[in-house]
């Protein structure tokens, strides 16, 4: 089965700084990586996702990066501000309804006033 | 709570006794998931339903049972057998041309 690699485990950055995550995968056939954010005692919510067909997406501060061939995936948050702080979830799927998500172990971001 | 209810949100089962966790989604999804998130881990599947009266195990099902009779309901049952079950859950579901799950608020459940 799929196996998703998160790293770092915990981020801490100090406001206005980049944050970066990187998580690595290991089933070839998926082709489906979203990326959650979880605030504390709160369900994931979906911040950003990108399938196979593309190598990079963007959504205002948020962008994320994938290469197929090596297998991993980044997020990149630019000009942290406080209310990024949170734990941020990778993960990756066969795509379409019905595949279910591998996630990664989760990277606590603490961004620092 | 976008279309996805869990209840209750906070649950104390005694040693030996089952649980049942509800999972309610009125957005019309086929696909639903149960999940299990320890303190400072990342979320382990432990059972999935691609369509009513189907579902497959996850990666730790050993415990747990479920039930898809509605398309609309998916309830987790936490069983005697499940060994060490304090902790947090989370149903999702996720629709046809649709990417992405859907999380219910979750229920946290605490062994006494």
């Known amino acids: 089965g799929e196996n998703v690699e998160q790293h770092p485990s915990t981020l801490s950055v100090q406001e206005g700084d980049s944050a970066v995550i990187k998580c690595t995968y290991s089933?070839?056939?998926?082709?489906?990586f979203p990326w959650y954010k979880q605030e504390l005692g709160k369900r994931p919510q979906l911040i950003i996702d990108?399938?196979?067909?593309?190598g990079e997406k963007k959504d205002q501060r948020i962008a994320v990066t994938l290469n197929k061939t090596a297998k991993h995936f980044s997020l990149h948050i630019t000009e942290t501000q406080p209310e990024d702080s949170a734990v941020y979830f990778c993960?990756?799927?066969?795509?379409?309804?019905?595949?279910?998500?591998?996630f990664g172990g989760g990277t606590r971001v603490l961004v620092k006033p | 709570d976008g279309g996805i209810t869990q209840s209750p949100k906070y649950l104390f089962r005694k040693e030996g006794q089952n649980v049942t966790l509800s999972c309610e989604q009125n957005l019309n999804h086929d696909a639903m998931y149960w999940y299990r998130q320890d303190p400072g881990q990342g979320l382990r599947l432990i059972y999935y339903s691609q369509i009513v009266n189907d579902f497959q195990k996850g990666d730790i099902a050993e415990g747990y049972s479920v039930s898809r009779e509605k398309k609309e309901s998916f309830p987790l049952t936490v069983t005697s057998a499940q060994k060490n079950p304090t902790a947090f859950y989370l149903c999702?579901?996720?629709?046809?041309?649709?990417?992405?799950?859907?999380f219910g608020s979750g229920t946290r459940l605490t062994v006494v």
């Open positions: 993960a990756a799927s066969r795509g379409a309804a019905g595949n279910k998500l591998t």
């Open positions: 089933d070839s056939a998926s082709n489906y």
């Open positions: 999702a579901s996720e629709g046809q041309g649709t990417f992405g799950y859907t």
């Open positions: 990108i399938r196979s067909n593309v």
